[in-house]
């Protein structure tokens, strides 16, 4: 794993989505506890496009497994 | 006209190309995996096609019952229901993208006619399969829809009466219609793996499955939408009533709107003359390889005595023109000795371009008219040749 110059506002961005997706997360705990489905399966679309732009923003950032 | 419009069209598509890779790595283009999107929509439509169907009842009375207790009563059924609908939608979207990247870049002449074909054919039998789809639900809007289509099927000459008992089966509605459209939508998904074989059959490499950036934001999008605008049916179906107008779905009904304006003949008529135009275009382009200032150079020749079984050919040739058998002799070169299989060209799909020669290190390959003497002339000839005059 490597990092490159100029990366950190990638990851920053990043982090701000981790804690996006921590309430997506809770959410979805909602929507299941208090029967509405409909939110919990809102809230698992946007985690799931939250982890492909986190996906892109460690791309972008350098931070691949790749050499 | 036709060709500056193809040319300003295949700009435009490398341009947007640019732009995207201004954004986004380069390798996550999702332009370059219009494909592999396409199929992954289609093993969603798949999975959550039989979660559905454990539930659908195919009679007039509880095709719309059954369908309202998925949606309303079964934990997560609008969500699969949803799922079901808008991959649909996106299904479709990324058929179109595919065709039109491919139309544009031009890769449908020549060798390439048999993806085109075998593409046309996956885009009509989807949208068809699509379009039963709406006609299970038997709400309003699946009578006027079947209403409409037995209206355009009759307007047929000579097969008409037999094509409307074909699709209701019988002359009108009855019990066994529902079925019949269960058969219409199931059916014809199933074949859509046997022209996916055809599509797949002469690419080496296709790129079958997009990347995980992708397949995670499509899975998003799909769950975001369902739960945005979950799927709901009309008012059920009433025997004997008329409905004149439903929610529109431009993916899949849009021949439906031209029935505002047209006889739902013509409209049929219509979609066939477009599904008709797009199977030749292929075969619209005039000029030949030689007209276009290309040398046929003799589909690829295996040198038996120097092929030694490496495979790198088979591996390397993106039209799966060459395939390995075992080998009946020895070769003749020392590296070809103890060779245990053999390199066989598949002529009908070999397109003559040459990758297997670069690929072989053996000089077991040769384009027939492209030898080596062929280019140490042609080399010469560039050598002699005056340079070019500088400004």
């Given at each position: 794993m490597k990092g490159q110059d100029g990366s950190s506002g990638y990851l920053a961005v990043a982090g701000f989505l981790v804690v996006l997706a921590l309430v997506c997360v809770a959410l979805m705990v909602y929507g299941e506890w208090f029967d509405r489905r409909l939110v919990a399966s809102g809230a698992l679309g946007v985690l799931l496009v939250l982890y492909a732009a986190m996906v892109v923003l460690f791309r972008k950032a350098g931070w691949t497994a790749e050499e | 006209m036709y060709r500056r419009l193809l040319s300003t069209l295949q700009s435009a598509t490398l341009r947007l190309d640019t732009w995207i890779h201004r954004a986004l790595p380069q390798d996550f283009n999702p332009l370059y995996y219009t494909g592999g999107l396409a199929n992954l929509f289609l093993t969603i439509l798949v999975v959550s096609g039989i979660l559905i169907f454990l539930y659908y009842e195919p009679s007039l009375e509880g095709a719309y019952a059954s369908v309202e207790f998925l949606t309303?009563?079964?934990?997560y059924g609008v969500v699969f229901r949803g799922v079901h609908r808008y991959a649909a939608d996106a299904y479709l979207v990324a058929i179109l993208l595919h065709l039109f990247r491919n139309w544009f870049t031009d890769r449908y002449r020549e060798a390439r006619d048999s993806q085109w074909l075998s593409g046309m054919f996956l885009l009509v039998v989807s949208a068809f399969t699509g379009f039963t789809g709406y006609l299970l639900v038997w709400d309003e809007r699946a009578q006027l829809l079947t209403s409409l289509t037995v209206q355009a099927l009759q307007s047929v000459p000579l097969v008409g009466g037999w094509l409307v008992r074909v699709f209701l089966g019988g002359p009108g509605v009855n019990d066994t219609t529902l079925p019949r459209f269960l058969y219409l939508h199931v059916g014809p998904a199933m074949t859509l793996y046997v022209l996916l074989w055809w599509h797949y059959v002469r690419l080496r490499h296709p790129k079958i499955w997009p990347p995980a950036v992708w397949v995670l934001f499509s899975l998003g999008l799909l769950f975001i939408l369902t739960s945005a605008l979950p799927a709901a049916s009309g008012h059920p179906a009433q025997p004997g009533a008329s409905p004149e107008g439903f929610p529109v779905d431009w993916f899949f009904l849009w021949p439906y709107v031209l029935a505002r304006w047209l006889a739902p003949g013509w409209a049929l008529a219509l979609v066939v003359a477009l599904v008709a135009y797009g199977m030749v275009i292929p075969y619209t382009?005039?000029?030949?390889p030689e007209q276009r200032g290309l040398r046929a150079l003799g589909q690829a020749v295996v040198v038996e005595e120097n092929c030694t079984g490496c495979e790198l050919c088979y591996y390397d040739c993106p039209y799966n023109a060459i395939y390995m058998v075992p080998s009946p002799y020895p070769g003749k070169s020392r590296a070809a000795a103890n060779r245990k299989l053999l390199a066989v060209v598949v002529d009908s799909r070999c397109v003559e371009c040459g990758i297997c020669i670069g690929a072989c290190p053996f000089e077991a390959l040769e384009l027939p008219r492209m030898l080596d003497k062929d280019v140490q002339q042609r080399i010469q000839r560039g050598a002699r040749a005056p340079a070019p005059a500088t400004s």
């Open positions: - | 309303r009563d079964v934990p382009v005039r000029e030949s």
